[in-house]
């Protein structure tokens, strides 16, 4: 039998010049909240989602792109200049339907960009809400894959870790892993995949943003396969794959 391919775990977009994800399939991880957010408009119908790393790229690609709206956080705030925040229950079918949405975030967009210019070959988003899609696709294409969480300013956080560690658990028998983050990443999330709406509370971002009312979301950004697409970057945008 041929070799397995490899599967790497990188907790902070900081560390990512350390691998060489050239040729690889790369999944950025932001569960609270860019990913889930990426999956849920998806999953109600938006046309595709642009991701941009900079506000005035939004606002500018917003007035060019027609029927688009334009969405954006920073520090869990909506982006002076842009119509909506980056909350998974701001998307409805009875509004995103059809739409493009133009995002931009302040972890999640700029880590897909880095991997796009560090030569990914494929690059998908995750979360819990399209966990089954992720595993079932990095199943399927047997390519080398680095699952990369998006922090929170380049500090690792444990939400992403958990996502990782539930997409290994899903999918280590297809993949040689020899990767102590992916290890932990893994030990964690089986320590806590059946009490995930209690652990993430001790979270520093669920402190972060319960401040701003947003309890529902993050427990949402949690639940498994409720918005089950995987988008997929192709040609400058995020659609369903």
Known sequence: MADKPFLYTILSPRLLDVYDISNSIVVVIDVFRATSTIATALYNGANKIIPVDA??????????TPNSITAGERDGKVIEGLQHGNSPAEYPRSFIEGKTLVLTTTNG????????????????????????????????QNKNVFLACSAWKDRVN??????????????????????????????????????????????????????????????????????????????????TH
């Open 158 to 239: 444990i939400e992403d870790t958990l996502f990782a560690g539930a997409v290994i658990k899903e999918v280590k028998k297809y993949f040689t892993i020899h990767c102590d983050t992916s290890l932990m990443a893994e030990e964690i999330y089986t320590a806590h995949e059946n009490d995930m709406y209690n652990f993430i509370r001790k979270t520093t971002h669920w402190h972060r943003l319960a401040q701003y009312g947003l309890e529902k979301d993050l427990e949402y950004c949690v639940t498994k396969n409720v918005a089950n697409v995987l988008p997929i970057y192709q040609n400058n945008a995020l659609i």
């Open 55 to 64: 506000v005035d790229k939004c606002i500018t690609l917003g007035k060019a």
């Open 109 to 140: 967009t700029k880590l897909l960009h880095m991997a796009l210019n560090n030569g990914a070959h494929t690059v998908i988003t995750g979360s819990f809400p399209n966990l089954n899609a992720v595993c079932s696709f990095l199943i399927q």
